[in-house]
């Protein structure tokens, strides 16, 4: 008796292993974060994320053009916020020439086709530094679904493609949705964060947009790690409630919610490589310890094996240069 199947015939050169390959990655797969600051002609490297950048306006316009010549085609946008204009409100969160507003209109001067997605939470607004309105020591949920889905409102006004709620209150996008379509602005989309874990993999983010929490933690609104049913609950009540698309979040120690949900869903699922993530293959790839763009591919590509069809990743530039 032979042995008839022999699985390494397909591993047997490059040529028949792409041929059998299940998944790829390409520029269009991404999401590309961008961190805006005040002032002029600022480029500042963030100490925990080295290669990664806050520009001020005038700066992001070349950063923009560059990511669009690259066929890179979507980004998340996030601003850092000067202390003075934070408070328990979000006021300027919702200031119509605020610093997010500027920038959705930046990015759409330079790149009409461009798709500007933008953060939606408290967080960079906030006093606290907490996603939502403080009470007693307490984020409240309901006046802050009403004070994001005014901040949603603003960005669409502005110009946003995509609005992207990453605060995991109760019913947000509920409340989102219903003032869109109030106001017409149909064509809105909202990529909802719908399984976002209170996770420490976001330290190297909060050091960019100086946005840590003043007291206590995230856990009485992100997710316990713990826990990977309730991720599926989450995602479905989004769904319901209007999100467009669905993200994950963290990435990489989170691939079987990835999948979970893939399965589970008719939308298009979104994960995002925190920048946790980013920092400690920068950090090994540093010391000489890893291969920089081999574990970069690999990570990348257990994304979409597990079933996200978008990341959002501080690698897209570094990967598309890979990619040639
Ligand atoms: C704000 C927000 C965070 C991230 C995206 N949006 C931080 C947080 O929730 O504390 C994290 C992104 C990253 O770490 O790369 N709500």
């Known amino acids: 008796m032979h042995q008839l199947r022999r699985n390494r015939r397909l591993r047997t050169?490059?040529?028949?292993?792409?041929?059998?390959?299940?998944?790829?990655?390409?520029?269009?797969?991404?999401?590309?974060?961008?961190?805006?600051?005040?002032?002029?002609?600022?480029?500042?490297?963030?100490?925990?994320?080295?290669?990664?950048?806050?520009?001020?306006l005038d700066l992001l316009k070349n950063e923009v053009k560059e990511v669009w010549a690259m066929g890179l085609k979507a980004v998340l946008l996030f601003v850092k916020v000067p202390?003075?204009?934070?408070?328990?409100?979000?006021?300027?969160?919702?200031?119509?020439?605020?610093?997010?507003?500027?920038?959705i209109k930046t990015v759409k001067d330079v790149a009409p086709e461009m798709l500007v997605m933008?953060?939606?939470?408290?967080?960079?607004?906030?006093?606290?530094?907490?996603?939502?309105?403080?009470?007693?020591?307490?984020?409240?949920?309901?006046p802050?679904?009403?004070?994001?889905?005014?901040?949603?409102?603003?960005?669409?006004?502005?110009?946003?493609?995509?609005?992207?709620?990453?605060?995991?209150?109760?019913?947000?996008?509920?409340?989102?949705?219903?003032?869109?379509?109030?106001?017409?602005?149909?064509?809105?989309?909202?990529?909802s964060y719908s399984a976002k874990y209170a996770s420490g993999f976001y330290g190297p983010f909060r050091d960019a947009l100086d946005s840590a929490p003043g007291f206590g933690d995230k856990k009485t609104y992100q997710m316990d790690f713990a826990n990977r049913d309730e991720a599926i609950k989450e995602t479905l009540m989004d769904i319901e409630e209007g999100a467009d698309i669905v993200m994950v979040k963290p990435g990489l120690a989170y691939l079987d919610i990835v999948r979970d949900v893939r399965d589970v869903v008719d939308v298009p699922v979104a994960v995002y490589q925190v920048s946790g993530?980013?920092?400690?293959?920068?950090?090994?790839?540093?010391?000489?310890?890893?291969?920089?763009?081999?574990?970069?591919?690999?990570?990348?590509?257990?994304?979409?094996?597990?079933?996200?069809?978008?990341?959002?990743?501080?690698?897209?530039?570094?990967?598309?240069?890979?990619?040639?």
């Open 13 to 56: 050169n490059d040529s028949i292993r792409s041929l059998v390959r299940e998944h790829t990655i390409t520029p269009n797969d991404f999401l590309v974060p961008l961190f805006v600051v005040e002032g002029n002609n600022v480029k500042q490297e963030i100490a925990s994320m080295p290669g990664y950048y806050r520009y001020s």
């Open 83 to 103: 202390d003075n204009l934070k408070d328990n409100k979000g006021t300027e969160a919702l200031n119509p020439d605020g610093l997010m507003q500027r920038a």
């Open 118 to 142: 933008t953060d939606v939470a408290l967080d960079p607004y906030s006093s606290y530094g907490h996603d939502g309105i403080v009470e007693d020591g307490y984020i409240v949920n309901d």
């Open 144 to 191: 802050t679904c009403e004070v994001l889905a005014q901040m949603s409102l603003s960005h669409a006004k502005a110009g946003a493609d995509f609005v992207a709620p990453s605060d995991m209150m109760d019913g947000r996008i509920l409340a989102i949705r219903t003032l869109l379509e109030e106001e017409n602005y149909k064509n809105t989309g909202i990529m």
């Open 277 to 324: 993530e980013y920092a400690m293959l920068k950090a090994a790839a540093a010391k000489g310890w890893l291969d920089h763009d081999a574990i970069m591919m690999e990570q990348l590509i257990a994304f979409k094996r597990a079933g996200a069809q978008i990341i959002a990743s501080y690698f897209a530039k570094d990967v598309v240069k890979l990619l040639g």
